[in-house]
């Protein structure tokens, strides 16, 4: 398990690594934590002439409060998201889903940017993001693009990035009072990926579902968002009947995989348990006493 | 002074401190100057020809040195295989590959470059054509006619049939049986995953004529006698180094190609050569483990007593006959009466070839596999019969007064107490209280709660040298030092066992010296003598015996020449500790340390017919396996919804003969345990139709981990052996012998009341779930009323 022979870079700034990457086109690949990158390279399914390593840009590592969003630098480890104490105050689903990703050297290595660049159809943190309707904020030669994350996956292992942007930032909202969040996960007794992960993040308003957004990862070849599932609950009054209820459409429009952790028929039934659990769990938080 | 006795005492391991801080040196740790690396190309296909190698691009890639084809090493001879069985039809394996492929991952060439990178991106320019042939994977289609032929002398891919026990009284004792039960089992094929993969450093040195091995291997005087018959050399030319191996759990129980060719390199580039198995190598190129379908019935009297056993045991041997692929089958053969007294069994044995990996030992090897179709089936006809699964057991244990006891299949059980060992099981586990709460936790509907029982024997101390190609003895060496200190050399290879500890507490008791001045040295051909090496549980129970009797020896020799000292006759001398005085005058004594001393450098003071010196060197060769039993207790909750199975409790009672050191005896029945787990809910190799596997690295393969598993209940009872002095069973395979079928009673007892029977390994969650949802169907369809599923759960993954 010996990768091809690569050179490497280590830029001294974002806007050196841009420029890098746009010189280089498809022979470049940016370095993160390499998490996921080193394992493809050494079984030589990526095959990149030049890392770019964006590791030790100190810019992209801060976590900062800006307005009602919260902008997680890209190079944030999922350990400093588990910990950090503004994630855990304003939008405690993400630390929560931060925690559970792999095992402690994968969470002390990896991170957030370079997982969302990576879109692995069974990763964590999509889920998350899409249920926070969640942007990114991308860098490239003509400068700063804001990218929804509802349009930032768009299929196996793909995004919305150009070959010569930057994942910079993540931007999600604060959640205030009245909100809630859970993200649950199937882990994949090998490897703890996904086998389907839900995230639901609900508001509550004069005893109702005001706002709901649930989001699913691992069930199919991208995330997606549950809309049915949403749109069955908002504006309903919470209760376990309905949530059960509505869960059922869950998986509904998703074309599940079939692998070794898991048929596809699984994967549709443990997206609607999942969901169910996520959304009484968010809406619980949420301040539903009932749930 | 008083002294400790250190067998029995919970000693801590002295291999640790060095294993711990990353002080051992491993084979990849081994770096010399000039030295070469190796990389195996590989088929990437399961079954073809080959119908051209050419290698010319990759021989001019920068720092290659030598590019070898089958066409060019010349071997004298195949891979060996030690157990060739009358009638078997041997695959003849070498270690490249001619003319055809059989497994994905079969070597077809050996890079060998300046550096590690080199080699590995040379590999790449290696331009193999191969001519496509349909894979066989599964093993009882492979028997059919259709399936495509991998050996020429094994038509339908039957490599041999065996079996055991008395077929006509077998079938006479079914026609009379008042209830007969019948099981399909799947004994999925398991990939042992050593931390350390395997490796080997070879030199040859030109001036002496020296060939060094260092190979990470449990074999070290076996691989030594192999290599230099394939490689023509003298054996006393040939060193094999077993430096610190980081888990063999049989798989380095082997010959393997890549020891062959990275020692065939060296010699003929005249430098050092390095070869390491990656993981994904480790997975395709090392051997498995299991892999059986297995048919087994069971016959009852009216009085639920076991009137007889018969079984068709399907084998899958992979690709290739390795040096015990055969063998390993077999052994299920013989364990298949059990606990219990079985007046009449039948087993019939057929052995396939498929494209897939060699199987061979993995920690067990063939007993688990035959301890797991008995205590299904016997659980199973428990519950048909409407007797307690505990109850059913001690009914028809072989009672603890009839050792030794020859068993239908021909083995004989040196001793037992079976009903004891159950009986502390369930005393730990709260039997009546547990099914109480298994009645409360199911009526509640979103869990299911199960209970599984299993009491296993094993067969152990490899082995009686009659009863398997006549090298199952082991040696030993005691040397006092004029110290006093003391150097054991022994034939074993331990590679976790920790012998360095269990040895040094038998020696300190047996010579009365402290357990700090004794080392144990094992594991280099050129300073230890002649031995087997470790498998099979016999480090302690074979090695174990060969050290009490060299001891005896310097024991004995010391007396003499402290009888000469003191001016006494040696019947005369006691040797008490590390004192070895005149009996009945505690006074007149000389110590250990000063018989050492006068046997080396005074001995002017010694008589001529007294050698200089003080060591021996013993053999012990068994007149028996051993066998020792348990019973483990395993308790399920299955979550409806998810199917998820969680284990809560592991009891674990285990009987491994005479302990000599508990916490090694902990930790062998730790990692067992670990492993029989893992087979019954995590681990299982799986191939697609074309032999490419799905499972082809830890990221698919699921190991099993300790956040999954309970905290295990241990304890012992302790029945001796009569085969060696130390009356020590072994203790090394016992967790995953007995943890693997406590599981699976365990979830079926939980599924039972759904008419379930099995369920396949690895019982994953979406198996469990798939027979809840079945279950489920049948409730709700009209007209259902009364009828049981009787699923099977074989279906889905």
Same mark, same amino acid.
């Given at each position: 398990m010996i990768a091809t022979a690569f050179e490497y870079e280590t830029p001294s700034s974002v806007d050196e690594a841009v420029a890098r990457l746009s010189e280089l086109g498809d022979r470049g690949r940016v370095l993160a934590?390499?998490? /996921?990158?080193i394992p493809l390279m050494k079984l030589r399914l990526a095959q990149p002439e030049v890392l770019v390593d964006?590791?030790?840009?100190? @810019?992209?590592?801060a976590v900062r409060e800006d307005g009602d969003r919260l902008a997680i630098g890209a190079l944030v480890t999922h350990a400093q998201l588990a910990a950090d104490a503004t994630v855990d105050r304003h939008c405690r689903v993400l630390a929560e889903t931060a925690a559970v990703i792999g095992d402690p050297q994968v969470r002390n290595r990896g991170t957030i940017g370079g997982a969302l660049a990576h879109a692995? =159809?069974?990763?964590?943190?999509p889920a998350t993001v899409l249920a926070l309707e969640a942007e990114v904020v991308a860098q490239g030669p003509g400068g700063r693009r804001t990218i929804p994350v509802a349009e930032f996956f768009s299929g196996l292992f793909s995004?919305?990035?150009? =070959?010569? @942007?930057?994942?910079v930032e993540l931007r999600v909202p604060r959640?205030? =009072?009245g909100s809630g969040g859970a993200y649950l996960k199937r882990p994949?007794?090998? /490897?703890?990926?996904?086998?389907v992960g839900v995230a639901a993040v609900a508001r509550l308003a004069g005893g109702r579902i005001e706002r709901l957004r649930v989001g699913v990862t691992g069930a199919g070849a991208q995330p997606v968002r549950a809309t049915a599932v949403e749109q069955a609950l908002e504006g309903e009054s919470p209760s376990a009947a309905a949530i059960a209820r509505a869960a @059922? /459409?869950?998986?509904?429009g998703i074309d599940c995989l079939s692998d070794v952790h898991g048929s596809a028929e699984y994967r549709a039934a443990m997206t609607r348990v999942y969901a169910r659990r996520a959304i009484q769990a968010a809406i619980g938080r949420a301040g539903s006493p009932s749930l | 002074m008083a002294v400790m006795r250190m067998v029995g005492a919970r000693v801590k391991r002295v291999e640790d401190p060095r294993l711990i801080t990353g002080q051992s040196t491993y084979v990849d740790d081994i770096r010399m100057v000039d030295m070469l690396y190796g990389v195996v190309v590989r088929s990437p296909i399961a079954h073809g020809w080959i119908r051209g190698i050419d290698a010319a691009r990759a021989r001019a890639a920068?720092?290659?040195v030598a590019v070898y084809t089958a066409q060019d090493l010349h071997f004298d001879g195949p891979l060996p295989n030690?157990? &060739?069985?009358?009638g078997v039809h041997t695959s003849r394996h070498d270690p490249l590959c001619k003319d055809?492929?059989?497994?994905?991952? !079969?070597?077809v060439a050996f890079v060998v470059a300046e550096s590690r990178y080199a080699a590995r991106d040379a590999a790449d320019l290696v331009d193999v054509d191969y001519e496509d042939l349909p894979a066989v994977v599964d093993v009882e289609r492979a028997?059919? *006619?259709g399936a495509a032929t991998?050996? !020429?002398?094994?038509p339908n891919n039957e490599a041999f049939r065996t079996e055991v026990g008395d077929k006509a009284a077998t079938d006479a004792a079914f026609q009379r049986a008042a209830r007969t039960v019948s099981l399909r089992l799947v004994n999925q094929r398991l990939i042992p995953n050593p931390m350390e993969t395997r490796g080997v450093v070879a030199r040859w040195e030109r001036g002496p004529q020296q060939l060094t091995v260092w190979s990470s291997s449990q074999i070290p005087h076996l691989l030594r006698t192999n290599l230099a018959a394939m490689l023509d050399l *003298?054996?006393?030319?040939v060193r094999v180094i077993v430096p610190?191996?980081?888990?063999?759990?049989?798989?380095?129980?082997n010959i393997y190609a890549e020891e062959a060719l990275t020692a065939r390199a060296a010699t003929l580039l005249h430098r050092p050569v390095k070869w390491i198995e990656d993981r994904r190598e480790s997975f395709a190129a090392t051997t498995h483990g299991r892999g059986q379908v297995d048919y087994v019935e069971l016959a009852l009297d009216a009085e639920s007593k076991i009137v007889g056993l018969r079984t068709r045991i399907v084998a899958d041997l992979g690709a290739y006959a390795q040096i015990n692929t055969e063998a390993i089958p077999t052994l299920s053969n013989l364990v298949l009466s059990g606990c219990y007294d079985i007046p009449a069994l039948h087993s019939e044995l057929i052995a396939v070839y498929t494209t897939l990996p060699p199987t061979d030992a993995y920690r067990g090897a063939g007993r688990p596999e035959g301890v797991h179709l008995v205590e299904r089936i016997v659980d199973v006809a428990a519950r048909e019969a409407g007797i307690d699964p505990a109850e059913f057991r001690r009914r028809n244990f072989i009672p603890k !007064?009839?050792?030794?006891y020859t068993s239908q299949a021909g083995v004989d059980y040196d001793?037992?107490?079976?009903e004891a060992a159950l009986d502390r099981a369930l005393e730990m586990a709260d039997y009546p209280a547990l099914r109480a709460e298994q009645r409360r936790v199911n009526a509640g509907g979103e869990r299911l709660m199960g209970i599984g029982i299993s009491s296993y024997i094993e067969l152990s101390g490899f082995n009686p040298s009659g009863s398997g190609g006549g090298i199952g003895w082991e040696s030993s060496t005691v040397r006092f030092e004029p110290s006093g200190k003391v150097t054991v050399l022994t034939g074993v290879s331990p590679h976790g066992q920790g012998q360095e500890t269990t040895f040094a507490q038998i020696v300190s008791d047996e010579l009365?010296? *402290?357990?700090?001045d004794i080392v144990v040295v094992h594991g280099d051909t050129a300073t230890v003598q002649y031995g087997m090496g &470790?498998?099979?549980?016999?480090?302690?129970a074979v090695g174990g015996a060969a050290l009490m009797r060299a001891t005896d020896r310097v024991r004995a020799k010391a007396k003499r020449i402290a009888a000469h000292l003191l001016e006494a006759s040696p019947e005369d001398v006691v040797y008490d500790g590390g004192r070895l005085h005149v009996g009945g005058l505690p006074d007149r004594a000389v110590t250990i340390q000063e018989v050492a001393k006068t046997a080396y450098?005074?001995? !002017?003071?010694?008589?001529?017919?007294i050698e200089p010196g003080l060591e021996a060197t013993a053999a012990f060769d068994p007149t028996n396996f051993t066998w020792p039993f348990g019973t483990h207790i395993a308790v399920v909750e299955i979550?409806?919804?998810?199917g998820d199975v969680e284990l809560k409790r592991m009891v674990a009672v285990d009987?491994?003969?005479?302990?000599?050191s508990p916490l090694l005896v902990a930790g062998q029945v730790h990692g067992g345990l670990t492993q029989g787990i893992g087979q019954a809910l995590f681990e299982g190799a799986q191939f697609d139709e074309n032999g490419?596997?799905?499972?082809?690295t830890l990221m698919d393969y699921a190991l099993p981990l300790a956040s999954g598993l309970p905290r295990f209940e241990l304890d012992h009872t302790e029945t001796p052996t009569p085969?060696?002095?130390?009356g020590a069973k072994g203790v090394g395979e016992a967790g995953t012998i007995g943890a693997t079928p406590a599981v699976c009673n365990a979830v079926v007892d939980a599924l039972a009341?759904?008419?379930?029977?099995d369920v396949e390994m690895p019982i994953t969650a979406e198996r469990v779930w798939r027979i809840l949802q079945e279950a489920e169907r049948v409730a709700v369809s009209p007209g259902a009323s009364g009828a049981r599923p009787g699923v099977e759960g074989g279906t889905g993954r």
């Open positions: 934590g390499g998490h /996921s990158l964006i590791g030790r840009l100190g @810019e992209l590592r692995d =159809p069974a990763a964590d943190y995004t919305a990035l150009a =070959p010569d @942007e930057l994942l959640l205030g =009072p994949n007794k090998a /490897s703890h990926y996904a086998v @059922e /459409s869950a998986a509904a | 920068p720092g290659v030690a157990w &060739t069985l009358a055809k492929v059989r497994m994905v991952g !079969d070597p028997l059919q *006619p991998i050996w !020429d002398n094994a *003298p054996e006393h030319r610190e191996v980081g888990g063999g759990f049989g798989c380095k129980l !007064d009839r050792f030794p001793s037992g107490d079976y009365g010296v *402290p357990f700090e &470790t498998y099979g549980s016999r480090g302690t450098l005074q001995v !002017d003071r010694l008589p001529q017919e979550e409806r919804e998810t009987d491994c003969g005479r302990i000599i490419q596997p799905l499972t082809g085969v060696n002095p130390l009341h759904l008419g379930v029977r």
